[in-house]
């Protein structure tokens, strides 16, 4: 690892995020502009929270494929707003095999397409249905302002595509995804996400209605973190998914599409991270405790015995543990530094007084304030316990701090969200976080708003109480029935 | 499911499978010549064997990470055999975001290029080292003569690649990944496969020592189903891979890769399928039961509620149990077809007469014979089992079958190996299966006995006895120290 630091958040936020993430060893610049190496320490979070999805996904009775990547230009022209949205983001494949392709190929950057074509092909009768497909895929789509995890040329999600034979039942699949991605938001990267609609404007490109799960990062902005998307016909149309119902009338499928992807880690960064690094929440570290044993030669050596023992011990509990004990040449101050910076939920350090006392210094990442909010101040986080109670004890500090982050997260959103009912409040607001407006539901509305503050309809709550009123922009009266929560975001 | 069957594997044995695979729904024909569509049956065979092999590579120190799908042109230019070998099986990007790109970029056919890029970056000291990486990507070749999971343009497998201090410590690591193979082929898939090192002639571009496991499928036919390569420092000199000994001394790293493939769903169909269709081992069957009710009206209704039952019961000894109780409008005879198509290894029937007696019909998808490796008469492999017994007995009668494909599969194999000492006998042994013959060593009578024969030699088998002579083709003297085993492959 590299000594320098990261320069601080309240300095320059996203130089404090591009530093760490490359420092934290989450992740490296790739050859191509826009894209990434997922280093070890990254992708393991990405393998934990698919571990979890993908169990969420198979339980509701979905069933993993694997279409093609390479996808005939063609296919993309039937649905033509599909087409529109993503036109611009094509990588092709012009030439292949030594000769030029009588048919560019695009590197998928979604699957609508190419499954809707076997799904037509899948599904003949009412009794094919629900078909509930799922995909962990790389998608490639070319990325003007290219951020690791946030937005990158290539990268990795699942998606699901499924078709019904009515809306009603496309609708109660498109709102489990999203129900499954606030679950697996809140559960195991502990951020907290409001779930709702987007607008009109903020549609997916071939999408009837898109719904959206949007986390607070702690610069104030919204990150759209999963997607799950009605499509209505116009897939079945362009794909000809149709089948034969009871009666033997030939009708179209409704079909659904949902994904969530690696830029769930630039969630977690941002939702967390703070001055010292990463802060990972337990359930996605990579390693959950990282123990240091603490000495030179043979009271070094004798802590380190020690050391394994305590890691074999905890890790029997279930839990994921790392001995950082071969690496002589560094002292341990340097590597508590590092363990904190690469956000280890839990340190436990074994020093020769801890060894004479038959104790564990704990360290955790952040203090667990008992208003279970507070970050107190560096050394308040510290406890000694005895090494036999450590094993037992490890697994309910990793629940509370999993639960501490959560909470904590919860708080920063609800400080830094406001209502807002003045266009003059609004600027200031949406600077800072979010603004929950009325607003009249024309995109160019939204569109003159963005121009003005950079901020964006984010999300359509779905819970939020009834209201309508005037526009928070231009006055007209207030569609949706409910304040829309405007924010920046990425 | 398409009613017509399978044409006979005596018959025609490329068709047999050609149909099978799509018959079964393992797969399907993709849009783009040479693609495949894996679908969900022949996905979860993959997912199944990927867990296994994933844990195996984890339990061994090696991480997952995620190395990019587009590798600029010239990094395949760096390593003058690598780029010879793979250059005419690319597919290239060459038009991204609208715009030409500046240099082309090429598909990932395999990773050593863009990794090796990584591990110079990475490591700096002889404690860096061993660098145990590994992936699961997809990856595309454009193929000639594609076939379905044998050889299709794009493919998935994991590449396992991996730097170390010297050459000893790299061919530790080579022969690890070998036995891996080996032993997930033998386990998982019940194929008994030869492991050994190939001739200089089928090495891998760009490779000092290229190591195989090889499996006879019921043709006779050679399938090389993983290869594990020593690349000496090759890529570390074109990619300055190199680390500072513990003298100080700037020294060039050993490397190497290793693969595993779909094309192990293509090996176990052909190890063991028969006329019927599939057999699956039970390790890799995504329905390693399946009970289908029997009866109409309520008598109907009364066997599928007991189905479930059962099903619940066997699906709790950790079994992978499929209810068959949703189709009414098939009969059982079709189902019965249907799943010995899919090659399920054990059916249960529940018909009146089995409710009646309180015995469930357990139908093997082969009769497991005395001596282990008969398929004797249908019917045979039926028992009559008590219905409160069959949870508890299931998980035996799965591992006997398991043994028993296995056992069926190296009797076959060994039926069909021969020691070769003629060239008289030479053309007849590998139109029927292997032979095991001393070989020259020399590339140019390699080529001779292809043209003549369609055989290659497969693979310098690691374990057998020491034997010299002359060389079966052109009397020169052997090489190798051994018999090397020659045959027409996949």
């Known amino acids: 690892m590299s000594r320098e630091g990261v320069t601080p958040q309240s300095e320059d936020f996203s130089a404090w995020y591009n530093e ?7 992740v490296d610049r790739g050859p191509v502009r826009g894209t990434m190496v997922i280093r070890p320490y990254g992708f393991r979070m990405w393998e934990l929270l698919q571990a979890d999805l993908d169990r969420r996904i198979k339980d509701a009775g979905h069933d993993n494929a694997c279409f093609p990547m390479l996808i005939p230009e063609s296919y993309l022209k039937r649905e033509a707003e599909h087409v529109e949205g993503f036109s611009p983001e094509l ?4 030439h292949a095999g030594g000769k030029d392709l009588e048919e560019p190929l695009v590197v998928r950057p979604t699957s609508e397409t190419v499954i809707g074509e076997y799904m037509a092909k899948w599904i003949d009768s009412h009794r094919d249905l629900p078909l509930l497909l799922n995909q962990w895929a790389n998608v490639v789509r070319w990325e003007m302002r290219p951020r690791m995890f946030l937005r990158t040329t290539e990268f990795l999600w699942q998606e699901g595509h499924t078709a019904h034979a009515d809306e009603a039942d496309a609708m109660r699949e498109t709102m489990w995804a999203l129900d499954a991605y606030a679950t697996v938001a809140r559960e195991l990267a502990a951020m907290p996400v409001v779930a709702g609609e987007k607008t009109p404007g903020e549609r997916f490109a071939g999408a009837v209605r898109t719904y959206t799960i949007e986390g607070m ?26 089948y034969q119902d009871e009666a033997g009338e030939l009708t179209l499928a409704h079909t659904t599409s949902w994904g969530m992807s690696t830029r769930m880690i630039g969630g977690v960064i941002m939702t967390h991270g703070d001055d010292k690094g990463l802060v990972l929440p337990p359930r996605l570290a990579p390693y959950q405790v990282v123990i240091v044993p603490i ?4 009271q070094g050596e004798q802590a380190a015995a020690e050391a394994r023992r305590l890691g074999a011990a905890v890790r029997a509990m279930g839990i994921r543990v790392h001995v950082d004990d071969n690496r002589p040449q560094l002292s341990p101050g340097f590597k508590f530094n590092e363990w904190e910076m690469r956000g280890v939920p839990v340190r436990i350090e074994l020093g020769k007084r801890d060894l ?3 104790v564990a210094t704990v360290v955790r990442r952040l203090e667990v304030g008992s208003g279970g909010v507070t970050n107190r101040a560096e050394g308040q986080g510290k406890e000694q316990i005895p090494l036999d109670k450590v094993p037992e004890l490890i697994p309910g500090i990793l629940a509370e701090f999993q639960s501490f982050l959560l909470a904590r997260a919860e708080a920063f959103r609800e400080e830094r969200t406001a209502a807002v009912d003045s266009w003059d409040a609004f600027a200031g607001q949406v600077a800072e976080g979010w603004a929950r407006a009325l607003h009249c539901g024309r995109t160019e509305c939204e569109d003159a708003i963005k121009a003005d ?3 964006t309809p984010r999300v359509v709550p779905a819970g939020a109480p009834e ?5 928070v922009k231009c006055g007209e009266p207030s569609a949706y029935g409910k304040r829309v929560i405007f924010g920046r975001s990425y």
């Not at 760490?20 to 989450?26: I, M, N, R, S, Y």
């Not at 990588?91 to 012009?94: I, L, N």
């Not at 000495?295 to 043979?298: I, S």
């Not at 209201?467 to 526009?471: F, K, Q």
């Open 20 to 26: 760490l993430v490359v420092q934290a060893q989450l």
């Open 91 to 94: 990588a092709v494949v012009t």
């Open 217 to 242: 990062m702690r610069d104030g902005r919204a990150l759209q973190a999963g997607t799950s998307h009605y499509l209505g016909t116009n897939f079945a149309k362009a794909f000809e998914i149709q």
């Open 295 to 298: 000495g030179r030669k043979e």
């Open 356 to 358: 004479e006392a038959g």
């Open 453 to 455: 503050t950079a901020a």
């Open 467 to 471: 209201e309508t009123g005037a526009c």
